[in-house]
Structure formats: structure tokens, C-alpha cells
């Protein structure tokens, strides 16, 4: 992955010189000011890892597994908000590791924490890296070293249970290889969020992702039915059978818990069968409010598409600009079926039938395929765009039906409000593009002027935006987790005596506290 | 509820003259030598609470809701295994709490618990009272005294949501007024367990309830979306809208709890458009494991009815005997579809065509409405058996496609041997009631003679089929919980860190461990 920014650099973008002339009118973006910095002038903190540390952590992976060269120790230096690479690239790479441990199993895993725990190191979970709220963001003040436990040599399918539709696979499989060998097989997971290309299976786990194509086949945690947890106080197995009364669910403990209550170095899955086709769809409707209506119509009532999503009429109107499609002034909405040969049509057909009934006007199906064919290219628009000198960022949450569209609403009043004050008004662009039977989710894009204080300037506008997501009944985060930049604000989510309970289990686990520390638990 | 039996006395059953014959022939019962003692001879322990902790109680609540009079003890003395029956109908109420607290709101619940915590007062959380496990057998030893906290006095619809179908409700509701109170409004909660004429929403959340339609309408446990929770150290409220990834899932801590976390004041949960109309179908199959690959079939690739039962050839004879019906020698599947009016006709003619694609023999619908009519009489069957000199018990669990034959015949063996080596030599049933893609309950039900130890003979047999059940891969407990039954096998379920994790929540949540000792935590 490219150290300043996403991704296979081969893969990067420019603007079209009409979207220059567009962000200058209309955001006052300048050109940038401050291009990335060439590696070799990124600063990082010297490393501290006692050699005794060092050599004792090289016994557990092996000397060539225990990596402490400036490049590795960059590369593990953040994860990739907006505000990572705006660090990273004016040459800030003070979150650097002091060095980066690769363990091929899970016991090497467990021997490298209790090694860590007796020595008071920290240690960083490290799956694809892709992490967007600071979840790699590791305070290290107070320990006597930093290190990332990086899971990319532990890859594979351990098994695979076709007639019960399961597999396991090693965490630090990565999702791209996991389809591979799904594939091969006639099977697939079908999880395939916007970090795809770049994330780890056991990095989904961790994080409670969510996929573009979730309402088919569910969000990432729905898919785990077991899971084996490598901790400084040993190894926690979870998961038998296809459900449980057996007392609290404890691998909801482990979803979700960010690389600070263990290292999931296993996980189990539910797969499916590969779908033979996938047809995509892409329909317009009036209003973001008619769109909302005809989605949960078909969340509610069915049939509900493989993939499904609403984008505002801002986001619309962007896209109608970057690809020239006639959904401009409403809001478009895109559909995708996965079928076998046979069934693929009428499913197609019977989701058009509930889509239409709800008001839609079809466009063609182009404007569907092409949303498909782009479907992991944003974060390389944003490389773009910063080096344009715009900020470019996202955030999400998820609520009931019934206050989806007013928190939509108030989350761009803040971001809108936020940013103008800072003499750089936004384009805030919102989609729904995770529907339950109850509510949906709400992703936001921000684009605004970069200005010297950037990084500031955004942190002021996440937090207006997180106070109205929390005051309008929405979730802290609905796929991206809590890494540090939600922590404060987990307690009103979870409440007092929640992050008691969350602390409790983390001190039993992790005693030393040295898994990820101030990292989601406050 | 009958002090010593299930449900309504005026619905009690009498076994068929021919049903005592074959009882006799076939297993060895011999009619009943112990009779219920009378209600008057019940011997319960003299009740040990100190004035001034009654005062306090009391204090709380309101004087005439701390009962602490003979018949509200014995009434909270066992839940409803036929353990608890055999010791109730011995005049055994030696569980029996020294006085039944009722608070009407979550606040009065808070300061019970509060005054418990600094008294030592041990606490059981009573919902229904129809744990199967001994969730309601709370060990008192070593504390100064015992109440039952009874949550029936915080009843109720808080609030309905009907366009993200929720609703929220205090946790003491009964199931049927629940019902009674969505359908009123057009709704359902779709949630039918065996217990559902007797239990309360809170237990379902408590215990992970599994419900008769749960192929159509999910588990308890996924249909809660909120939860309101007293503990001895304050209020948890956790729940923000459909989905999240703000860290740990801790809702799956408190589903589960069975009383030892807290106790449920309020959950909201996911609700459904009630449906127009049901129809229900009856199926043949040549054999369990054809049975298998037929429901099997449907839970992987659809239609998925809304009820979906297997019944092995020794449930699917006795069914026949007592209904006369041709599905014997075979394994009967009774399949319902809830639907509207219209779609409710398309929905069943779609699963008969899976089932017959998979081999099943249609048989008159009569049958499937047959169970349907009477599918919560089972319990008061048991206590015509127990009344004829039988003992009557079921045990479930669930696990993957792929080992559910061969661990049905597991447990089977296990039953089998174990009551036939102690002189009474079992019937075995079992059905599979709960199915999703990855795999299904098994839910056995064990008939035998009655001899003088029978508690203890059950208990041995329990025993080997638990065992039976953990070596064989599946879960200690697919729907009934932990208890104090199942206690003894959790750390092999969840290992010993999964244990710590539990006592680590305890330990924060209820520092004095005065809720519901000796149940779920080992």
C-alpha cells in the first residue's frame, strides 16, 4: 500500500481539470500547498525497544519476522483516515512502532503478548491497515516500547464444512485471497466493504465491518460463528454450533473490541454459494425522504436486493456530474441481484416490480454496472483530491427509520455549520447504504478547502458532527469502529456502568494493559 | 400456575387407558407411588429475613408488594424441570425464597437491589418461572437471606414505533399480553416457545428464548434491539438503532444473563406486520437423516416457512399413536407459513415444492394443524406422566449440519444406556425445531418409569447425554440456558478465560454476588 495514501500507487487518479475548476469555484480550494513528502524526509521517533525486548520477541517469530527498518515502522504508522494521511504526508510519522513482530501461528502470537505483558510493551493489532477512526493509533506514553503484531503471515483456508456452509480461515487471511479460495470451491463470503481490496478477514472481525453488499449477506459479524483469540492471559476459544442459550454471547465481546481485549488469530464463517450472475439496476427518485420510503419498503417487505443504496441529492448530483447519467435533481438509487442463472432474472424482475411501486423512475441499468465497476475507487479520489489541496473525508452511523431522515438532516446542518465558520464551507454528500428491517445506516462524505490547520479544521467539524449524531438517537459508528477519534464518546452510547464493563473484561484479558491502549475503551 | 405442575389446573390432562398400558408394557412404569403431597403438607424453610431488612424491602416498594406468606414462597420455590416437579410433588420446597419483592418500576428494582447488595441479601430475578435448568435455584448459602425479585408488576406497551417496527415494553409483560397488545395495533412479536402461556418478555432476553415460528421471526435474542437493565451498582441502558460497530456488542452480555447481571426492567424489540393468515402442511420423510436434508435444504436455499419440525421416527410413532396418523414408520416434518392473504397461498405452495423436491410425502393438512392446535400442551402431558409414575424430561442442543445425525444418535445412545443400566430403560424422542443455514437444534424428549430415586437417576442420566452432547460438538444448550443444570459443563463450552470474562462482569456489575448465585457463572 502506498505509505501517504490508499492503496496500489500504479491505481492512482487524477482530477479532470473541470472538477479542479469546480472545487476552486465552488469550495475555494487552492492548489495544495503542502504536497506528501518524499519517504525519506517523514520523521519518526527513534526507536526504543530495549534489545533484551527485541531479541526475546525474534526468539518467539524468528530473527527475519521481527522487522525494525524505517520502512517497515512507517508503513504500520497509521491507519488511513483523512487525518492519517494528512500527517503522513507533511512527513509525521510520530505513531511509528518501534518495531514490527510477524508471528506464522497462533501460539508464536501468544508467546510474543506474554512476552510484551511482562515487559510493558504495546502492542498494536495490525491486520490491513485500513483502519479510518485511529484504531492503530496506539498511545505508547507510559510503556517501554511500541510494537505492531502484524497478522499477514498467518493467511489460509483451514477448512471448509460445504455441507454446513462454513469455513475457517487463519485472521490474517486477506479478503481478496479469502474469495479466491472461496471461489475455487463454489463458495463465496460475500463481504465485500470499501476496504476490500486491502483488509484482513480477522481486521473485519475486530472492527464489526460491514459490507457493500450487506443486504444480502448480512454484516460481518452476523458472519462469525466461531473465533480463537490469542490475549496476554492465554487463549479464549468461542463459538459452537450455529447458536446458543448457552449464557452471554462472549465472541460479541471479541466483535468489535479492536485489537484491545486480544489478537483473533482464527475465525469461522458462514459462506455461501457463488451467485452464477449479478444484475445491477440504478433507479431515480424524487426526493432523499421518497428514496428513504422505497428502501425500507424493501427492507421491511422484500424482496430485498443483494446490494442497496440511496444516495442524497448532493451525492447524486455529483455523480450525474462525474458520469453523466440523468438521475441529477432526485436521488439515485442503486440495486444489485445476485442469482444463479435461473433465478437471478425473476429476482431481478421482482425487486424492479417493488422498486417502481415505490415511485422510481428506472435509468439504465449502466449507471448500476458502473457504480459495481467502481466500487473500491474512492479512497483513491481522495488521494486525489488532497493532492489537489482539498480535505476529502467520510463518517457514518445508522438509526430507526423513523429519525433517519432528520438525523441525516442535522449531521450536514453540523458539518455544513462547522466547516463555514472556518471559512471553508463544505460539500457534504450523504447515502443510505445498509438497510435492516428497523433502520438503515447514513454515510457521509465531506469535501471542503484544505487550509494550513487541516487537520484542526476537521477534527472541530467530526466533533459538531458526532455530538448531533449522539443528540439525534444515532450510533457512535455503524461500520468503522471506535479507534480513539469515537472513544470520546463511547460512554454516552454505552453509558457509565458500560464502559465499567468494558474495562473489567479488558483487565481481566489484558492486566498489563498493554493491547492497543486508548484505543476504544476510555 | 399449579404450585407443583405446569400452567392452568383446570386444563390438566388424564393419560388414555391405553397410553397407561403401554407405558406399563414398554417401560416398566408402574403407577404413581408418590402422589403430590398436599399443598399444606409442603415443607419450606423458615424464613430467615431480618425485620429490618423486610422493613427496608418494603420501604421500597410499598408494604402489600413484599409478600412473605407460605403460598407466594412455594410459588417462587423451583422453576418447571421435572426435577423441580418431582421434589415440589415430594413436598420439597426447600428453594423456597423468605419473601417475594415486587417493584412496579425500574427504580424501585434499583433500590432493591441496592438494599440486597449492602444486606447480603441473595436475589433471584423471577420472571414467568418457567426456567427448565434451575435458573431460579439460587444458592443461599452463606448469605442473610433469600428474595425472589418478581418483575409482574412492570407490565406494558412503552411505546410502539410502527414505521422501523419496534416496540418497547416493560420487561415483565406476559408473552400473551404482549401479543395481545401488538396485535391490537396490527403486530406481532412472532416469539411462541413451548413456555409462551406462562413466560415474560425479560426471561426470553435472559435465558436466550427460542420460539416455536423462530424459522420465520429469528431467536429472542435477535429480535431485541434495546434493554434497560437494574444492577446493584446503577442502570445500563445500551441499544442506538439497528446496528453497530461502536466496539463490543454488550446487549450480548445482558441476553444470556439469567438474573446474575441484573435484572431487565425494559427491552425494545423488533416487531412484524401480523400475519393475515396461516396455513400449515404435514410431510413425510423415509428417515431422520432424509428429514435432515430436506429441512436442511430449505434453511440454506429457501422457501425457509415460517414453522419448520422434524420429528424422528420414535416422536413421529408416538405422535401417530396418539393421533392416528400415516407418517409412522417415517419421520414427520409439520411445515407453517405466516403470510398475507394473498401471499400467504404462493408462500406455501413454494415450500411444498421444496419438500416434495426433496423427497417428502405430503399428508393431510389436518396434521400440521394438529400441532399447531396444540403445541403448549406438551408440559401438562408431563404431569399426567408424572401422575401415572413416568418421568418425562427433554434436553436440546444444537450444532452444525454436518454432525447432527450422528450427535442425535450420540445422545441417544447416551440416554439410553444410561437409564437402561439403572433398571428403566427409556423412550427417546427427538425433533429438530430450529434451523438456520449452518446448522440446527436437536430437542430430545425422554420418557421412562419412575422409581423411588428418580431424581437422581434423571441426573445421572442428564449426566451422559451433556456429555454426550459437548464431546459430540454441539452447544450445552440450544434455548433453555445454563442454570444451574448445565453450570457444571460452561467452562468447557466457553474455556477458562471464557469464564474469567464472565466472573470479570460479575464481579463489576454485582461486586456483593448476591444476584442469583450458583446459576449461570461457575
Redesign the interface.
Known sequence: MLWSGWGDPEKAVTLPPGVVTLLEQALGVQPAERPPVALSEVTLPPPKLDMAVSSELAMFVGPPNLHSHRDARIRHAAGRSTTDLLRLRAGDASGAPDAVVLPATHNETLGVLGACARRRVAVVPFGGGTSVVGGLAADRAGYSGLVAVDVRRMTGLVSL?A????ATFQAGTPAVEAEELLAAKGFTLGHFPQSFQWARLGGFAA????GQASAGYG?F?EMV?ALKVA?P??????G???????????????????GA?GVITELTV?VHPAPERTLYQAWRFGSFAEGVAAV?ELA?RGPLPTVLRLSDEAETGVDAGLHGHPAAGGCLVVAGYDGTSAGVEPFAAAGAAALAAAGGTRLDDAIGEGWAAGRFDAPYLRDALLDAGAIAETLE??????TLVALKEAVTAALTASLSAQGTPPLVMCHVS?V??????LYFTVVAAARENAVAAWGAAKKAATDAIVDG??????????GVE?RPW?ER??????V??????K???DPAGILNPGV?VP
Do not use: C, K, N
Not at 247 to 253: E, K, N, W
Open positions: 464444512d455441507e454446513s456452509l462454513t472492527t464489526r465491518s460491514a454484516r459479524d460463528l490475549t492471559e492465554g487463549t479464549i476459544e468461542l459452537r454450533g450455529p447458536s446458543s442459550a448457552a449464557g452471554p454471547d462472549l465472541r460479541q465481546l471479541i466483535l468489535g473490541s479492536e481485549f458462514r425500507r421491511q452511523t445508522a438509526t430507526s427509520w423513523s445498509h435492516y428491517p428497523t433502520g438503515a445506516s438517537g444515532g450510533t457512535l459508528t455503524h461500520h468503522h469502529g471506535v469515537h463511547l452510547e454505552i453509558g457509565p456502568l458500560g465499567e464493563m468494558l474495562r473489567a473484561v483487565a481481566r484479558l476504544l
